[in-house]
């Protein structure tokens, strides 16, 4: 199997890499770029722990494959915080207490800042809808779901 020499921009930064064809992004991600904070749950696209966005869509990066993503825009929980300066999701989850291993965070993090960037007020239920592919282990879901309603009103500056 012949390896593929990769170009891509992943959080705003070009960067290349080689891979093997049927190598998962969450692989190449991890192992390759030392971007860890997406983590296996599952390997199975069920849990959502590994979510990404790929061209603003989100996605199990544990089904994409690394020879799929020339030329695209990744974005990874490494890349929501601007330098020193946490993004209102992470700040919210904080102070909210909603996340206690940490395993599913990233991936929660990365879809609701995907939703937030769709829908600016989102019902309680539209959240839940939306984070229904990323399954918490540790916690119940409402803590989870307010540090979103937080983030989303402090976001739209409400």
């Known amino acids: 199997m012949k390896s593929m020499h990769i170009s891509t921009t992943i959080n705003g930064d070009p960067v290349e890499f080689i891979c093997d064809p049927g190598e ?3 692989d190449v991600l991890r192992n390759r770029l030392g971007l860890t904070g997406a983590k296996e749950g599952c390997g199975t696209g069920d849990c959502g722990a590994c979510s990404v966005t790929v061209n603003g869509r989100l996605v199990c990066s ?4 690394g020879a799929e993503v020339e ?3 990744i974005s990874t929980i490494e890349g929501m915080a601007n330098d020193d300066q946490l993004h209102p ?5 904080i102070d909210g207490a909603a996340f206690q291993c940490g395993v599913c965070t990233p991936g929660i993090l990365v879809a609701a800042k995907a939703l937030l960037e769709k829908n600016a007020s989102p019902s309680d239920e539209e ?3 939306w984070l229904a ?3 918490c282990r ?3 879901y409402d803590k989870i779901i307010a540090a979103v309603q937080v983030a989303a009103a402090e976001m739209r500056g409400a």
């Open 24 to 26: 998962p992004l969450l």
């Open 62 to 65: 544990c089904l994409v494959l």
């Open 71 to 73: 030329g695209v825009e």
């Open 127 to 129: 959240v839940r809808f």
């Open 89 to 93: 999701l992470q700040r919210a989850f």
């Open 138 to 140: 540790c916690t119940g």
């Open 133 to 135: 592919g990323n399954l």
